[in-house]
């Protein structure tokens, strides 16, 4: 089982970037998927998540109206467009997979599966 996150980079505050989360190995259909970050001498905080079908979602605060978690289960991808982006939001980015049809928390050992991150650095 395996989960790659690709998309991050470099973006200035007030920009956007799009997270992808491909899976291999093992199809997400059946998994809620969640978002999460670690910034610099912080702990890993919960971002979003989806649910199986994609019709349940759900956000962090400090997130709201600027992110949105989506998925192509065809593509075996879960994506995270982040737009209104802002310093703070500089971070390791992780995608993670729960057994599960929603998602039950953030509580990380809930998720038995992650990928190995992509870093988001918003600069001017």
């Known amino acids: 089982l395996q989960l790659v996150e690709s998309g991050g980079g470099l973006v200035q505050p007030g920009g956007s970037l799009r997270l992808s989360c491909a899976a291999s190995g093992f199809t997400l259909d059946y998994y809620a998927i969640g978002w999460f970050r670690q910034a610099p001498g912080k702990e890993r905080e919960g971002v979003s998540c989806i649910s199986s079908s994609g019709v349940s979602t759900n956000y962090a605060d400090f997130v709201k109206g600027r992110f949105t978690i989506s998925r192509d289960n065809a593509k075996n991808t879960v994506y995270l467009q982040m737009n209104s982006l802002k310093p703070e939001d500089t971070a390791v980015y992780y995608c993670?997979?729960?057994?599960?049809?929603?998602?039950?928390?953030?509580?990380?050992?809930?998720?038995?599966?992650w990928g190995q991150g992509t870093q988001v650095t918003v600069s001017s």
């Open positions: 993670a997979a729960m057994q599960a049809i929603f998602c039950r928390s953030y509580y990380a050992p809930d998720f038995g599966s």
